[in-house]
């Protein structure tokens, strides 16, 4: 069987560093192993517009931004496709035919579902089309005949409503859809990026980011205000670790070769937190070590992609490439389909 993966973005902002280190780096790290046969990036504008319907221009200009951001971070278009999603209208054909496979109450029991409604205040007022987007992205896997979906925790229930759906039309039309695992970082403070207020997640609809594309005294800035531990008042007390942003920053970004170049005196990570436990070691100290670390991973990223901002052009070529590539694939699929539900009349 064919190794193939699919994933992506809704373009409602541009991306940041809590999904480099969820998915962006992650699929970097899978499309260098050479160990897949297709990958297909997906900017998801027609998601986008199930909770934007009203700002149509904000999802049509980040498409771009997130294009930008994509190739910044090194997805290769020689090794990957990348498309947009309203630009492959068989994916719509499908979920239309998945949404008889799927019932309301089991969309409103999807965790993600439940708190992303409640993050929009959509409880009275939810958009049909938002409501569904749980089914269409089931679409999205599976017109690729995706193996594999590295994505961050919050799309676990996601790859769950996904496979249940696979399973159903399998059983109900015959072996048809191709069963998608998803792959989470193995880090766990990349699982879940806290946002830079401390909040449980780095969103681009909370407004607690740190962008890729940020230049580095906005980082700095950034970093220096970043929430930590509220108890941790005089550079001499005992400070807390778990659930600090800081330190969960540096988790995810910071390795040990850094320390002899940006804090000399400490090992690793390790040696840090205990100081910063025993008591003695300042924030502001480990602010701006956090802030080096983030410069040297950001740096290149935002070199790239000024690179890039100068081939704006090619930049569309590729998504226009990408999208054709992306549609016969689809268009694969959804015939497969059609014929196993016997609805391919002529
Ligand atoms: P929106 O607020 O519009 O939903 P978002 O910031 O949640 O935007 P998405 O486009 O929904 O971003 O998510 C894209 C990918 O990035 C998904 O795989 C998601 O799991 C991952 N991701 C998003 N935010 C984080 C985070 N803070 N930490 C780890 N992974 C994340
Ligand atoms: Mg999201």
Redesign the pocket.
């Known amino acids: 069987m064919k190794k193939v993966i699919l994933?992506g973005?809704?373009p409602?902002?541009r991306l940041?560093v809590?999904?480099y280190?969820?998915?962006l780096s992650e699929r970097v790290r899978l499309q260098n192993s050479g160990d897949y046969d297709e990958i297909y990036i997906m900017i998801?504008d027609a998601q986008?517009l199930t909770d934007n319907a009203e700002h149509p221009e904000k999802v049509r200009q980040n498409i771009i931004q997130v294009a930008l951001d994509y190739l910044a971070c090194g997805i290769d278009p020689e090794k990957s496709t990348i498309f947009i999603q309203s630009m492959v209208p068989e994916l719509t054909e499908l979920t239309f035919y998945y949404m008889n496979l799927v019932t309301v109450a089991r969309v409103q029991r999807n965790p993600t579902v439940k708190s992303?409604i409640k993050m929009r205040n959509f409880e009275a007022s939810i958009p049909v089309g938002f409501f569904c987007y749980p089914i269409s992205q089931a679409a999205d896997i599976t017109a690729f005949r995706a193996t594999t979906v590295p994505?961050?925790?919050?799309?676990m229930p996601m790859i769950e409503q996904c496979k249940e759906i696979v399973h159903k039309f399998n059983s109900v039309y015959g072996e048809t859809l191709t069963d998608p695992q998803i792959v989470l970082p193995s880090n766990k403070a990349?699982?879940?990026?806290?946002g830079i207020d401390g909040k449980a997640?780095?969103?681009?609809?909370?407004g607690n980011c740190i962008y890729l594309s940020d230049e580095a005294d906005v980082v700095k800035k950034k970093v220096m205000s970043m929430f930590t531990d509220p108890n941790h008042l005089r550079v001499e007390d005992p400070g807390q670790v778990e659930g600090n942003p800081v330190f969960i920053y540096l988790d995810a970004f910071c390795k040990d070769e850094y320390f002899a170049e940006f804090l000399p005196g400490y090992q690793n990570l390790d040696e840090l937190k205990e100081h910063y436990q025993r008591g003695g070691l300042g924030d502001v100290k480990v602010k701006k070590f956090l802030n080096k670390v983030l410069e040297a991973e950001l740096g290149p990223i935002r070199e790239r992609r000024k690179m890039w901002e100068q081939r704006i052009p090619d930049v569309y070529d590729i998504l226009h490439e990408g999208s054709k590539v992306a549609e016969k694939k689809a268009a694969e699929t959804l015939n497969d389909v059609r014929e196993a539900m016997k609805i391919n009349y002529f």
Not at 190 to 194: Q, V
């Open positions: 994933t973005d809704r409602t902002g940041h809590g999904h280190v969820g998915s998801a986008a992303e994505v961050g925790e919050d799309q990349c699982l879940r990026l806290p997640k780095m969103s681009k609809s909370l």
